[in-house]
C-alpha cells in the first residue's frame, strides 16, 4: 500500500489554512471549536438514546434552540451550555484554556 500521499491533520491544514496565527487559519480554528462542540452536543444526546424533542423537553430549550446549537447556527450562552450538558444530558461540563 503506498502512504506517500497520507498526511497528518495538522500538515493538510496549514497546506489549506496557513499556519497558527494567520487570519485565515484563525478564522478555520474558531469555526472548527465551534463546529465541535455542536457535533459533541449532538453525538452525546444520540448516546442518550434521545431525540432533539425529547433533549429540548428534559432539558428545558426548545427542540428549534437545540437543532441550531447541534447544527452551528447559534452561539450558545455558557450559562445555556451549563444547563444544556448538566440538565439536558447530565452530565458536567468542564472546560479549559490553553496558552
Known sequence: MNRTNIRTLEEF?????G???????DKFDEEYAEF????????AR???GLTQEQ??????ISKGYI?????NI????LSTLRK????????QLQLSIRV
Open 55 to 60: 433533549f429540548a423537553d428534559k432539558s428545558g
Open 13 to 17: 491544514t496549514i497546506e489549506h489554512y
Open 74 to 77: 447559534k452561539d450558545v450562552p
Open 84 to 91: 444544556i450538558v448538566e440538565v439536558g444530558l447530565g452530565g
Open 36 to 43: 465541535k462542540l455542536g457535533a459533541l452536543i449532538h453525538e
Open 19 to 25: 499556519a497558527k496565527g494567520t487570519p485565515k487559519r
Open 46 to 48: 444520540l448516546e442518550k
Open 67 to 71: 437543532s441550531k446549537v447541534e447544527n
